[in-house]
């Protein structure tokens, strides 16, 4: 199985911060990685797929980059509503694996 | 647009087999991966597996020995079955689209599964 590890695990910020989560997988997935919001409650959004492709209806502040094994997804002003749980995951091959998740918090 | 629905019993006993059912609308069935993720309370999120339509299926080899997935295109349902559950298969189950390379695009609300006698 391809592990996928995400760094911080827990990010403290303010409105209007850049943020950045990494996430980084065990072994080349080239650009099969897709970023993924989850709201309590909620099931999860998909945000970014094939590493840095917005998906539709998602706002431009979200963006992806990376290939090979080290990803980053990055929020460039934060709105209220971005404060979330925010998951990695690849589709390179099977079983599709997630990153632990990242909390967003307010500060 | 495409929109899924679990549907199937809240609460089941440790030994039995959870039965879920995943109800399409909007789209047919007879194209993409069709597959089941699991969410216990306050953790990260597990891949089960998947369908397609033609019915060949690939599993989570963790579970593996355990799932059955199954699709009914007639009904546009898929359906996951997981059997000898215990408190450890206490979770949150989504079924959703996986579109390969472009991700997991369409997600059910979600169902509450609790494994207790």
């Known amino acids: 199985d391809i592990q996928m590890t995400q760094s911080p695990s827990s990010l403290s910020a303010s409105v209007g911060d850049r943020v950045t989560i990494t996430c980084r997988a065990s072994q080349s997935i080239s650009t099969y990685l897709n970023w993924y919001q989850q709201k309590p409650g909620k099931a999860p959004k998909l945000l970014i797929y094939?590493?840095?492709s917005l998906q539709s209806g998602v706002p431009s502040r979200f963006s992806g980059s990376g290939s090979g094994t080290d990803f980053t997804l990055t929020i460039s002003s934060l709105q209220p509503e971005d404060f979330a749980t925010y998951y990695c995951?690849?589709?390179?091959?099977?079983?599709?694996?997630f990153g632990q998740g990242t909390r967003l918090e307010i500060k | 647009q495409v929109q899924l629905q679990e549907s199937g019993p809240g609460l089941v006993k440790p030994s039995e087999t959870l039965s879920l059912t995943c109800t399409v609308s909007?789209?047919?069935?007879?194209?993409?991966?069709w597959s089941w993720i699991r969410q216990p309370p306050g953790k990260g999120l597990e891949w089960i597996g998947y369908i397609y339509n033609s019915g060949s299926t690939n599993y989570n080899p963790s579970l593996k020995s355990r799932v059955t997935i199954s699709v009914d295109t007639s009904k546009n349902q898929f359906s996951l079955k997981l059997s000898s559950v215990t408190a450890a298969d206490t979770a949150v189950y989504y079924c959703e689209r996986d579109v390969g390379a472009r991700g997991m695009d369409v997600w059910g609300q979600g169902t509450t599964v609790t494994v207790s006698s």
């Open positions: 094939a590493a840095s």
């Open positions: 995951q690849q589709s390179y091959s099977t079983p599709r694996t």
């Open positions: 909007g789209g047919s069935i007879s194209s993409y991966y």
